[in-house]
């Protein structure tokens, strides 16, 4: 399979727990970007990178948040000390930024829970 | 004023119609425009692109763009019950910049 992959594909948590997701773009993809989306909203900006630079981080992003690409191929998201409002679905899209089609794509998400 | 704006619905439209879903955005240096299809419980399925003024068409699905309007639609034909989804805008600025997407507009197509 070429496409993002996200692991886990889901994730329940207590309140207060750190968390970590990763996602690996397509391989030849190397623009990553990060969305938050919870229900009957389009995705939320979180960050984004190209190759390892992280390039914008969403000023609405917590310090608890943070995402690393450290060899510019996978890359994980962290959350620190979750809470009930961290819950929602996280989705990682890839795309290519040279030419002309710089389409996005995502992966199948990971659901957060926090309880 | 947000960013990218559509209207939320839902929109019903009988099957075999013409179903239109519109979306504006705020930043007029925008140069890349998309469409995604989002059914419930999934992740967001992209199923256009376009970046010139005008009309593009890939099957039944037609995007508009006119870039003095700030404006970007989406003209589905011979609607069928598995285009029933949420349909996301998505537009991102200068071609080193974040993608930004709309809040979605629920479509619904009647039998």
């Known amino acids: 399979d070429t496409g993002v992959s996200q692991n886990p594909r889901h994730k329940i948590t207590k309140r207060g727990q750190n968390v970590t997701f990763r996602c690996d773009p397509i391989?030849?993809?190397?623009?990553l970007y990060w969305y938050r989306q919870t229900l009957g909203q389009g995705p939320e900006f979180l960050t984004y990178?190209?190759?390892?630079?992280?390039?914008?981080k969403s000023r609405l992003l917590s310090d608890r948040f943070s995402a690393e690409r450290p060899k510019g191929s996978f890359s994980t998201l962290e959350i620190q000390r979750t809470e009930q409002g961290d819950s929602a679905m996280y989705l990682c899209?890839?795309?290519?930024?040279?030419?002309?089609?710089?389409?996005?794509?995502f992966g199948q998400g990971t659901r957060l829970t926090v309880v | 004023q947000k960013e990218v704006e559509q209207n939320s619905g839902p929109l019903s439209v009988p099957e075999g119609a013409i179903a239109s879903l519109n979306c504006t955005y705020s930043?007029?240096?925008?140069?890349?425009f998309f469409w995604y299809r989002q059914y419930s419980g999934k992740s967001p399925e992209l199923i256009m692109s376009?970046?010139?003024?005008g009309d593009k068409e890939d099957g039944r699905f037609t995007a508009q763009l006119n870039k003095a309007s700030q404006y970007v639609s989406l003209l589905i034909r011979d609607s069928q019950p598995s285009d029933s989804a949420t349909y996301l805008c998505?537009?991102?600025?200068?071609?080193?910049?974040?993608?930004?997407f709309g809040s979605g507009t629920r479509l619904s197509i009647r039998p």
């Open positions: 376009i970046y010139s003024n």
């Open positions: 930043d007029r240096g925008s140069q890349s």
């Open positions: 990178f190209q190759n390892e630079a992280q390039l914008e």
């Open positions: 899209a890839s795309s290519p930024s040279f030419g002309g089609n710089t389409e996005a794509f």
């Open positions: 998505a537009v991102r600025g200068s071609s080193a910049s974040k993608i930004i």
């Open positions: 391989s030849e993809h190397n623009r």
